[in-house]
């Protein structure tokens, strides 16, 4: 599966995908991969304030349970619903129908930040 | 993954990382957790067939005059009922009563019993035999002499019988025969920690990576798959059976675990006796039971278990099961509570979750007509 380039990627394994303000929020293909078969996506609610670096919620496999940090600061305004009843959607399309949440961010420039595409996969091409 | 040298290697290592398994430290052993999807690999070994590389599993061999009596010293079933090419679950004991180890005992003759120990466990059980041996026998820490690998389920018999002149049919459920597999000699042990139908072969290591994958050739037609641990572990805890460092551990007796059927009181002295004859008196405390998840959530291994609201025991293993679409777990509470039917709430991440104490196990396979 290929890493979009227009996403910014953390060494956690999100990525984000700014829209002016609004910051779309996933995790890769290679951390679905790492996860193996989910089970369960727990995701805040609508209107909650996430910090970049902090828990934004969890995902968790037949194995274990992995939280899922937030690449990005401020307000949740809207989450994929169809998670809950669809969890396997994320190993399926991680970066695409399987987003997780959209933010608005108080900092747009924090998602500049982070890792592009190639960073990514040299990252995680040396960490696998 | 950052690859830690210090990490120990089956024979097989080499062909998990060419098949392009996801490895992982597993108590010190680089294992494969997983090769496609744990649980369509689960799957196979309930439908079809499963390999798994279980070389990181420690054999010890006790060879003498005295070798059934060292054997029924340090381990809690009877040993002297065993017959040539017969094999039993079995407990290994501290004092106290607490497991050192759960293993596999098999009478190879009168005067040679093999044992099959846990990985992480195999120098501590060497070391305690050794200690505690008293007797005209010889122990013998043998694992870098077998690589073993797991044939399970349906199409096992099937698999494996393409490979060896053993024939295998007649070998009943925790009976072996010595004999060759692809040309090597191997023990060929109708046993395994699936649940399924299969066989555990215990084969020279160098001989490994060429049985290995004449085994997925011989299985293609049959649907087999490649296996890791995560599968193993689901396969394991559907069948309910213990896995050492979960369910049972240095603090746990035999009589907490619910396995009072491997041991045999009445067989003569043997280490904890006399701790597991008091409390067999006494009555025990704590017992495991299974449970099911009625909310939202898994009961992890370590996670509180509640009561009417109050700390009452904790999670031993807890997973999806994926033969049963329901998430199920095995936890110690208070042996009045441990009955089926009991309403209990697993504390998932500081949230009281929903469950139920069920009948084990919780999979159960037909049996074949």
């Keep these: 599966m290929s890493y979009p380039e227009d996403f910014r990627y953390t060494k956690q394994h999100e990525w984000v995908r700014a829209e002016g303000d609004i910051g779309t929020v996933g995790i890769t293909d290679h951390a679905q991969k790492e996860l193996g078969d989910i089970v369960y996506v727990d995701l805040p609610k609508v209107g909650a304030h996430v910090d970049q670096g902090k828990s934004l919620g969890s995902v968790e496999s037949v194995k274990a349970v992995s939280d899922i940090y937030s690449p990005i600061s401020g307000e949740v305004i809207e989450v994929n619903e169809t998670l809950a009843q669809s969890p396997e959607k994320l190993n399926a399309e991680p970066h695409g129908g399987a987003w997780l949440v959209k933010i608005r961010m108080s900092a747009p420039d924090d998602a500049k930040k982070l890792l592009s595409a190639a960073d990514y996969q040299a990252y995680i091409g040396a960490e696998g | ?369």
């Design chain 2, 1 to 369: 993954m950052e690859q830690s040298a210090s990490l120990r290697r089956t024979p097989l290592h080499r062909v998990h990382v060419s098949m392009g398994a996801k490895m992982v430290d597993f108590g010190g052993w680089d294992m494969p957790v997983q090769y496609s999807s744990l649980v369509e690999e689960h799957h196979a070994v309930r439908q079809a067939v499963g390999l798994f590389d279980v070389s990181h599993m420690g054999e010890i061999e006790i060879r003498g005059k005295e070798s059934l009596r060292l054997v029924e010293y340090v381990t809690t079933n009877a040993a002297a009922k065993l017959h040539v090419g017969q094999a039993q679950y079995s407990g290994l004991l501290y004092e106290h009563g607490g497991f050192v180890d759960d293993i596999l005992v098999h009478k190879v003759s009168d005067d040679h019993f093999f044992l099959c120990v846990n990985a992480s466990n195999q120098e501590k059980d060497f070391d305690h035999i050794v200690t505690v041996n008293r007797f005209d026998a010889q122990v013998d820490l043998a694992s870098d002499r077998y690589a073993q690998i797991a044939i399970q389920g349906p199409f096992a018999l099937r698999t494996l019988q393409k490979l060896t002149p053993v024939d295998l049919a007649p070998i009943a459920y925790y009976w072996f025969a010595d004999g060759t597999v692809s040309g090597a000699p191997a023990r060929i042990a109708r046993t395994g920690y699936t649940g399924e139908d299969g066989f555990e072969v215990y084969v020279p290591p160098a001989d490994a990576p060429r049985i290995w994958t004449e085994l997925i050739e011989a299985g293609r037609e049959f649907g087999i798959k490649p296996c890791g641990l995560g599968a193993r572990n689901t396969l394991r805890l559907e069948a309910k059976m213990a896995l050492y460092g979960h369910e049972i551990h240095a603090s746990i007796t035999p009589y907490e675990a619910e396995l009072d059927w491997i041991v045999k009181l009445d067989k003569g002295d043997f280490i904890g006796r006399s701790a597991l004859a008091k409390q067999k008196q006494q009555g025990i405390r704590r017992k495991l039971a299974g449970f099911e998840m009625r909310g939202r959530g898994i009961g992890r291994d370590g996670y509180e278990v509640r009561l009417d609201g109050a700390p009452a025991g904790w999670v031993t293993s807890g997973s999806p099961a994926p033969s049963l679409n329901k998430n199920i777990g095995l936890c110690y509470l208070p042996v009045d509570q441990a009955r089926a039917g009991r309403k209990i709430e697993v504390m998932v991440r500081n949230q009281p979750v929903e469950a139920e104490t069920v009948g084990t196990p919780f999979y159960k396979r037909a049996k074949a007509a």
